[in-house]
């Protein structure tokens, strides 16, 4: 084998994680995520899927985790498709979100999405530059289905995110269907994304 096997987990806040596994005195987030980095290699960003990033945070995880560490981060939620309220948006693309009665995001044109893609990329560059950034996972909801137009999506959303590695996690059933599967991971291969298992 040639390629290096990474161990981490989902967070470095997990409740189980603070209430469990770091020591009592190990309280702030910068504290546990220093702690976390001695005793893994990789840990998967998950507060980015309810925000966009802000690169001035994203500065401070890159200054905090060793040489060797892979941050791998989520993708915020509109860049899945998932519904995401409008007041998470910074002001001036909240301005330009189409919103539902429930002050979600409804159906944004693609202009919009693809400016939260820019967005969250810039926002990356810390990671980026020092090396420590793994790949974005694309978890998609369990609404979208294996389809034409899914496929679509996905590999617009791998131009988007200008040359970081897409990770795929799918929620619904039918990609891994057995007379879908071999087509699905031939569209990954050639995508070259990396399929999350779940």
């Not at 995520?33 to 994203?58: C, G, I, K, Q």
């Not at 985790?65 to 993708?75: E, L, S, Y």
Request: glycine content about 6%; proline content about 7%; aromatic content about 12%.
């Amino acid at each position: 084998m040639t390629d290096r096997i990474r161990t981490g987990t989902c967070s470095w806040a997990d409740e189980s994680l603070v209430k469990y596994w770091y020591p009592k005195g190990v309280r702030s987030g910068e504290e546990r995520l220093r702690y976390y980095a001695e005793h893994f290699d990789t840990v998967e960003l998950n507060s980015t899927y309810y925000r966009l990033p802000e690169e001035e945070m994203v500065a401070k995880w890159a200054e905090r985790i060793p040489d060797g560490f892979v941050m791998h981060v989520k993708a915020f939620g509109m860049m899945t498709r998932h519904p995401v309220k409008a007041d998470v948006l910074p002001p001036e693309l909240r301005e330009a979100a189409p919103v539902d009665d429930r002050g979600r995001v409804d159906r944004p044109p693609r202009e919009l999405r693809s400016e939260v893609f820019a967005r969250f990329h810039a926002a990356l560059e810390p990671l980026r530059s020092a090396g420590k950034l793994g790949g974005i996972l694309l978890q998609f909801p369990s609404y979208i289905v294996r389809k034409p137009i899914s496929f679509d999506y996905i590999a617009w959303a791998k131009e988007e995110l200008r040359g970081d590695h897409p990770l795929v996690e799918f929620r619904h059933r039918s990609w891994l269907e057995e007379e879908n599967r071999a087509e699905v991971f031939s569209f990954l291969e050639e995508l070259g994304a990396t399929y999350v298992v779940v």
